[in-house]
């Protein structure tokens, strides 16, 4: 399956699709990367207080291969604030 992943919310649902695809809980993928089932919930809702490295983990055992693509924007110029969260902040929250 391809989709183009713009927020966290995209992200983790595509992590719970590949997830519910190999037949999965969220407890049985907890177990196997070391982390909470609690965690794995948060990544699935699309939490943005998930360290990109475990996600990254957690998608590349799921087998869900993410792929950057650098497309034409009309816009000209740095995004307009507001567009995207603010990772320096998400970071200073951890």
């Known amino acids: ?5 713009r ?3 995209d992200l983790g649902e595509l ?7 190999r037949g999965l809980s969220q407890r049985d993928v907890a177990k196997e990367l070391g982390v909470t089932q609690a965690w ?3 990544v699935e809702r699309g939490s943005q207080k998930c360290w ?7 998608a590349a055992f799921l087998g ?4 950057g693509e650098v497309s034409p924007s009309k816009k000209s110029g740095p995004h ?4 995207y969260p603010d990772l320096d902040a ?5």
Do not use: F, P, W, Y
């Not at 992590?15 to 695809?21: L, V």
């Not at 307009?80 to 567009?83: A, E, L, N, R, T």
């Not at 998400?90 to 951890?94: A, D, K, T, V, W």
């Open 1 to 5: 399956m391809r989709t183009h992943i």
């Open 7 to 9: 927020s966290s919310q």
């Open 15 to 21: 992590i719970a699709s590949a997830r519910r695809g």
């Open 40 to 42: 794995i919930s948060r």
């Open 52 to 58: 990109i490295g475990q996600v990254l983990r957690l």
């Open 64 to 67: 869900v291969d993410l792929v």
């Open 80 to 83: 307009i604030k507001g567009d």
């Open 90 to 94: 998400l970071l200073e929250e951890s």
